[in-house]
């Protein structure tokens, strides 16, 4: 066959190709490496819980290593099971994801069709956008109301003909405040019945724990599909494992997300560690009873340094500065206290904060008047 001459087609998608280089965080050992040994790593900027799994947990890991050369259940039935049983949801409309990220990607891909917008938040969870991106459909953003609350009326009003899927959150990250029971109402019955409702409930058990309902029983009014996100990786301390599942709203989105998802898709340590986690409920409720004690202390703390940080209910903590979220990050970075900096427009002055240990929330509250102090104009910080 000849070789072909001029300039060669590539085969990958322009639009795909345009996207900025996926530029990923150093691991905790290359930061290790960075600032030597003697210097204790916080890492408060990925959301996780800074406490182990369970023993039970563990050892039920260790138990399914021993089959490790076998293929997992493709649907994990015995946790699907579990989790009916949790959620009073029936275990047939439940899914099980790599990870929530990996719902999103397949709940924007079944709703996927020539000019489809998704509708989803801004600020919010990276993951829908990156979806949407990807899989071809145009992300619809609605700034978030100046109290960081999500603009529901706004996401309401972005709905046109070509929108299949929209995206809330009751606990939006990064602000971590619950929306009000109107306002998520208001998104259950006025969202058109031929769009995808998803709700990204992934700090569903931090809700409870304040007082929340559980959205499960709202969704009741919804007359349109919908889909409900939830994850072990926050309050069960499982996010080395990546397990999200998804509560279908019928069995026909269950069915189609079963349809294109990788068939082992949630390997067997997980769904050993998934099943054994959810029969420690002493061990859920120690995290986040620990969790709801440093998150006081550190929104007390930067209250005290005349800093403003909206209410969290959540894992995390967003904190507003007199100077880029990014020069404080670095700074805090340099001395082993990892946290992320805001880089959505509008939150360029943010930084947000994982609830970390007792002496991760000392180290941060410690560290932070000194930074500040180096860094911001005079008279900035009270």
């Not at 890991?61 to 949801?89: E, I, S």
């Not at 996927?112 to 938040?121: L, N």
Request: glycine share 8%.
């Amino acid at each position: 066959m000849p070789r072909q001459s001029g300039p060669q087609r590539s085969p990958i998608r322009a639009d795909i190709l345009g996207l900025p280089d996926q530029v990923f965080p150093p691991t905790p050992g290359e930061f290790a490496e960075r600032l030597g040994d003697d210097l204790e790593l916080r890492l408060l900027a990925l959301n996780e819980c800074p406490h182990p799994p369970s023993a039970q947990v563990i050892r039920a890991v260790a138990q399914a290593a021993k089959t490790a050369n076998r293929y997992p259940d493709p649907q994990g039935r015995k946790l699907t099971r579990a989790l009916a049983k949790r959620t009073g949801h029936p275990a047939e409309q439940i899914v099980l994801g790599n990870g929530s990220d990996e719902l999103i990607f397949l709940l924007t891909l079944v709703t996927r069709e020539e000019g489809a917008e998704s509708i989803m938040p801004a600020p919010a969870f990276p993951g829908y956008r990156r979806a949407a991106v990807t899989l071809g459909a145009k992300p619809v953003t609605v700034p978030l109301r100046e109290n960081g609350s999500t603009d529901v009326g706004g996401m309401l009003a972005a709905v046109t003909r070509r929108t299949r899927i929209l995206f809330c959150a009751p606990v939006n990250n990064p602000i971590g405040g619950l929306m009000e029971d109107a306002d998520f109402r208001r998104i259950i019955q006025e969202t058109p019945p031929d769009i995808l409702l998803v709700i990204d409930d992934a700090y569903h058990e931090y809700a409870l724990h304040a007082g929340a309902k559980d959205v499960l029983s709202l969704l009741k009014a919804r007359a349109g599909p919908w889909a409900v996100l939830r994850t072990l990786s926050k309050a069960y301390a499982l996010a080395g494992l990546r397990i999200g599942y998804c509560l279908c709203g019928n069995n026909d989105l269950a069915q189609a997300l079963l349809k294109v998802k990788t068939v082992f898709n949630v390997n067997s340590l997980a769904q050993a560690a998934g099943l054994a986690c959810l029969e420690d409920n002493a061990y859920r409720d120690r995290i986040l009873d620990s969790c709801a004690r440093e998150r006081q202390r550190l929104q007390n703390g930067v209250t005290e340094m005349g800093l403003a940080s909206p209410r969290s209910i959540a894992n995390f903590l967003t904190v507003r500065l007199p100077v880029p979220g990014q020069t404080v990050a670095a700074a805090l970075a340099r001395r082993g206290i990892l946290v992320k900096a805001g880089t959505d427009s509008g939150f360029e002055d943010t930084i947000r904060i994982s609830v970390g240990s007792e002496d991760d929330t000392t180290a941060l509250l410690d560290n932070l008047p000194e930074i500040l102090k180096d860094v911001a104009p005079p008279d900035a910080v009270d």
